[in-house]
């Protein structure tokens, strides 16, 4: 099996429409969604490049984002990753005005469809320095030896 093959069977991803090319050859349906937060999607390896995948791994630039307003869930066979991020709000005393805004500060959903060769009990999240990164191990191979009677 190919590591394209291996990729495809594994790990599917929903997506902005911008990316329907690149993903469609990991086997995932693009849906529409605004996002201006980056993400990587990269594999962890036991060893060196030719070793056994041991885990899939998202990166998500959440800078300005707090952990509180982010969250992580798996429903069925899709990974969830939800922001809610408060519009900047004016009060009495002080009104803001953009002279130019760039910056990510919208709330937002990302989608991502999951093998069943995800071990979706052991997915491990962390939040540091404005980075999501969600850890996705494969369910791990057992062989079970069979008795002949």
């Known amino acids: 099996m190919t590591q394209k093959q291996i990729t495809d069977s594994l790990f599917g991803v929903l997506s902005p429409k911008i990316f329907d090319e690149f993903f469609s050859s990991c086997g995932g349906?693009?849906?529409?969604a605004i996002t201006n937060y980056p993400y990587d999607i990269y594999v962890?390896?036991?060893?060196?490049?030719q070793h056994q995948i041991i885990s899939y791994n998202i990166d998500v630039?959440?800078?300005?984002?707090?952990?509180e307003n982010i969250s992580v869930k798996v429903v069925?066979?899709?990974?969830?990753?939800?922001?809610?991020?408060?519009?900047?709000?004016?009060?009495?005393?002080?009104?803001?005005e953009y002279l130019h805004k760039k910056l990510a500060k919208r709330s937002m959903m990302l989608q991502f469809k999951l093998s069943s060769l995800i071990n979706t009990d052991e997915i491990k999240t962390t939040f540091v320095n404005g980075i999501l990164t969600i850890s996705m191990p494969l369910i791990k191979e057992t062989i079970k030896e069979i008795t002949i009677v």
């Open 61 to 67: 630039a959440l800078a300005g984002i707090l952990k």
């Open 29 to 32: 349906k693009a849906y529409d």
């Open 76 to 96: 069925g066979e899709i990974l969830h990753i939800n922001v809610n991020h408060p519009e900047d709000k004016n009060d009495g005393d002080v009104y803001i």
């Open 44 to 49: 962890t390896r036991n060893g060196s490049e």
